[in-house]
């Protein structure tokens, strides 16, 4: 039997599984680069407006963490700038594609039931890569194809969609190798975007910061270094070719190494008299969930001391920017200090991040359901109320510790920076925890999903990613307010800084337990499980 022996069944089904999910992250991203073209095309129709738009952003620092370097002010240049956040959505969701196919397949033990056949032992790895690959390079051509179609040159639309095909192929692989380490899917995805938010990072401080060397250690900065419409260096395309062909090659010897089922990672047995801590629904969701919990709630204290620490040398760069670089953070951050204008930015990010942590907590309920685990536990007296609520109150409860803990970090970090523990911290930690409301809307949505409509309960990431592209392209570019209105987070009080308004906060509330009403109704009525 060859290695690869029914590789091609393997990727039938799984374009099978994925009919409406793969068209979603291989169509979808390739608008936001022609709506950016429109964007710019009308709120800055001359060369000589769009000359000053990129000698304003280039000074801002808080631009060029998010979205990247910005090389130059023709329109190309300017479009692929904009569209610098693209690439990591396209590196999440090959990653999560990958891990779909491999770790989860083996976990919920379809990998066993499918390995009986005629079936070689990494054809479904093989598989997972190919779809991942080919869904990135043809989001990569049409995205091209789009921009070329808007007029632009197509060698830039070329390297713009190698761009998108770097992160795919890059984090496919490491998608590839986190299987092959944990016995869980969860753990896999949580080592994956362990490492993609680290590539983030590295990429934010090379081109944020005063040395360019940390984003060269990252697939996100060698995508910026491509440069497309900016003078194309394509021999950068080499550091992703050899990075993902290694990391295969890793994935398939670690595959080698381990048995079916298994993980390189040795699991942690559980105490003996662990069934007397399980006795009530709560226990068993905190259970499930105590780990990712206290990754994701440590992971935002360093994250806060880390920006707290350096929030104040970033006001002082961005005071001495132009001053229409101060106009436009002023358009997004509201009133206050250029300090308090980029800690509103932050606490947007931080909403975003907290979200989709709570919508991954309403997920759980998904997979127990999809993976078997649930009938059983609602066999006993447990009803599927207490089943569900349980996890519920952990996706609402552990955003808000985690809103707390990031919140009291910056400002302990900033506080202790400027000399003024008491008075930054209190308006630190009020504008991070101004972001519950919102989050506790995407919670809802994540809910009302799952009861209602559980196949497309995942979708809620997707909502939550095109709410935050469309309140800040919307500021940024000056697009139409209905625009902005469609992002949740633009609804609420810009802190710190602006004055508090307590109707979007009872809106947003009312809003997010309404959707978890609406999921409520839904569970109590359809069949469980649902496949």
Partial sequence: MSALTGMGMMIRLALRRDRVVLPLWTLLPALFPVAFVTA????????????????????????????????????????????????????????????????????????????????ARHAGLAAALIIAACGSAVLGLLSALLLIGQGLPAAGALAYGCRLLIAGCVFAAVGAVAAQLTTSAAAARALGIVALAGAFLLRGIGDGGGSEWPAWLSPFGWAGRLQPFGGERWWVLALPAVASAALVVLAVVLSQRRDLGGGLLPERRGPAGAASGLRSPLALAWRLHRGSLAGRTGGLALVGLALGGITESLGELMNNSTPAAREALARLGGPGTVVDQFLVGMMTLLGVVCAGFAIQTVLRLRAEESGGRAEPVLATPVDRSRWAGSHLV???????????VFGAALGLAHGLGTG???????????????QLPAVWVFTGLAFALFGLLPRWAATALAILVASLLCGWAAEELRLSPWVTDLSVFAHLPRLPGADVTPLPLIVLTALALALAAAGWAGLRRRDIPIS
């Fill in 420 to 434: 003024d523990l008491s008075g930054q911290l209190p308006r630190v930690l009020g504008a991070a925890l101004i």
């Fill in 394 to 404: 952990l996706a609402l409860a552990g955003p808000a510790a985690g809103l707390v």
């Fill in 40 to 119: 710019f095309t009308t709120g800055y129709p001359t060369a000589q407006a769009r000359q000053e738009y990129a000698e304003t952003s280039v000074h801002n620092v808080a631009f060029t963490v998010v979205y990247g370097a910005l090389h130059g002010s023709s329109l190309g240049e300017l479009v692929t700038w904009r569209a610098g956040f693209i690439p990591v959505v396209v590196g999440l969701s090959a990653l999560l594609t990958v891990i779909r196919h491999t770790r989860t397949e083996e976990e919920q033990g379809r990998r066993e039931l499918l390995g009986a056949t005629a079936l």
